[in-house]
């Protein structure tokens, strides 16, 4: 009952700084306090729960980062301070506030809370917009992985929809050099994926296209991405997608679909999580392997292969629906 306090507590103590500075070097609560400018009584008390936690230690009477806290300073490659501030924020928590709404009637929780869907949202709240971008470049680390597991050597034209920073169709162009990238994203995501792909857009390997993918999706390329974007729809509007990939894609073409699948049972804990947040935050879902298959299907496409990717996440490889000989 006391997990979403502790969330709170962690991000209180990215948002003010505190890991950031023990990350320069081990400190006492009142040097701390002064340096900060905060209240050495609260301080302390912030720093035990933390302790607690497995976020900070105590050592001879100052406090020290533990494995945990290091990956909570601003600018750790894993970028866990930029994820503890988005799930911390007005945004997230209103949309849960409205959970027991979205189980009553079916409607989305966030568009309770907010008035609109969460991707308008974020075209008219820049900051918040900012910090999910950061928050979803975080949680989508797995995407290094990926060419280990999928060859893109064969591959000509790779478009990314919904790309987000840009990530994933960074470390594909940066092991397929014959490849060409095509990321299709919403206006608050593009000013990062600029930066983050700037040197393959500089190089004339990329482009980066402000689009709908549910109205169009760019013609004739031989692999199409869709890293954690069906899981933020409706059947309806997923099956749309995937058939513009479908009629759009050349011929031996192949869609990725990256996500956690769930199992037909239970499932992990993460996995779980996460599709609660779906139901709260938009009209997806996390699907299982049969759901995935049947949408795909309906879609004029089959999945080839699934391959197992870090965080629970899982690629499945989908091509056409082979014609009936
Ligand atoms: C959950 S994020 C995933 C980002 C990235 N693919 C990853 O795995 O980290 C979903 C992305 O879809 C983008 N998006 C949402 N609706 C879109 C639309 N209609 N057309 C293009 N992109 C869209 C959002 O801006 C967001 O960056």
Redesign the pocket.
């Known amino acids: 009952m006391t997990g979403a306090w502790v969330a709170r507590a962690v991000a209180t103590a990215v948002e003010l700084g505190v890991l950031d500075r023990l990350g320069e070097g081990p400190a006492d609560t009142a040097a701390l306090a002064d340096g900060l400018g905060l209240h050495p009584d609260r301080l302390g008390r912030l720093l035990r729960l933390l302790g607690a936690a497995g976020v900070v230690r105590e050592r001879d009477g100052r406090h020290e980062p533990t494995d945990v806290g290091s990956h909570l300073r601003r600018g750790h490659p894993s970028g866990m301070a930029d994820l503890a501030l988005l799930y911390d924020t007005d945004m997230f928590g209103d949309a849960w506030a409205h959970l027991a709404d979205t189980v009553r009637t079916g409607r989305t929780a966030f568009g309770e809370a907010h008035g609109t869907d969460v991707?308008s949202y974020l075209e008219q709240h820049p900051d918040d917009a900012a910090l999910y971008?950061a928050g979803?470049?975080a949680g989508?680390r797995f995407?290094t992985a990926v060419p280990d597991v999928y060859d893109f050597g064969g591959a000509r034209t790779v478009v990314d929809?919904?790309?987000?920073d840009g990530e994933?169709l960074a470390t594909v162009l940066a092991g397929a050099p014959g490849a060409r990238g095509v990321l299709?994203?919403?206006p608050?995501?593009l000013a990062a994926a600029r930066e983050r792909l700037g040197a393959f857009v500089d190089a004339g390997r990329c482009d980066l296209v402000e689009?709908?993918?549910?109205r169009e999706v760019p013609g004739g390329a031989d692999v199409y991405l869709l890293?954690?974007?069906l899981h933020?729809w409706s059947d309806g509007d997923a099956r749309r997608l995937l058939r513009l990939c479908r009629e759009s894609m050349a011929p031996d073409g192949r869609v990725l679909v990256?996500e956690r699948v769930l199992p037909d049972r239970d499932g992990p804990w993460l996995s779980l999580v996460l599709d609660a947040h779906m139901m709260v935050m938009t009209t997806g879902a996390e699907r299982t392997e049969r759901g995935y298959e049947e949408l795909l299907r309906s879609a004029g496409l089959t999945t080839r292969e699934i391959l197992d990717l870090p965080l629970e996440m899982r690629l499945l490889v989908a091509g056409p629906v082979p014609s009936p000989s």
């Open positions: 991707f971008t979803m470049a989508g995407s929809l919904g790309g987000g994933l299709v994203e919403r608050p995501a689009g709908d993918f549910l890293s954690r974007v933020n990256a």
